[in-house]
């Protein structure tokens, strides 16, 4: 069992920048590919980045490519994602998930990953 806890979210204005954290508990990650997901009410949940172990590869969603910034920090099982210049459009409820179902899986899709966290609010105002 992992355990994952989202913090980091809150009230921001357009054009400004949250860290969002994700800090597991149960396991170690270090192995695991992290990711963040999203959903505005009404829509579905969908994909923001993910990292890849040892230093290995970010991916990020065409929405948040460029503003948004994953990274990890195995030591404290901790996985970050930096969202600067922040739009309306960001606002959503915002979830870390870990680890991959299969070595395979997509790691841009839901239901690829075995854990998720409760979410933590993002809400941007114009």
């Known amino acids: 069992q992992v355990q994952l806890v989202e913090s980091g979210g809150g009230l921001v204005q357009a054009g400004g920048s949250l860290r969002l954290s994700c800090a597991a508990s149960g396991r170690t990650t270090s192995g695991y590919v992290m990711g963040w997901f999203r959903q505005a009410p009404g829509k579905e949940r969908e994909f923001v980045a993910s990292i890849r172990p040892n230093g290995g590869t970010a991916s990020y969603a065409d929405s948040v490519k460029g503003r948004s910034t994953i990274s990890r920090d195995d030591a404290k099982n901790t996985v970050y994602l930096q969202m600067n210049s922040l739009k309306p459009e960001d606002t959503a409820e915002y979830y870390c998930?870990?680890?991959?179902?299969?070595?395979?899986?997509?790691?841009?899709?839901?239901?690829?990953?075995?854990?998720w966290g409760q979410g933590t609010q993002v809400t941007v105002s114009s």
């Open positions: 998930a870990a680890e991959l179902r299969y070595s395979y899986s997509d790691v841009r899709l839901r239901r690829s990953y075995k854990w």
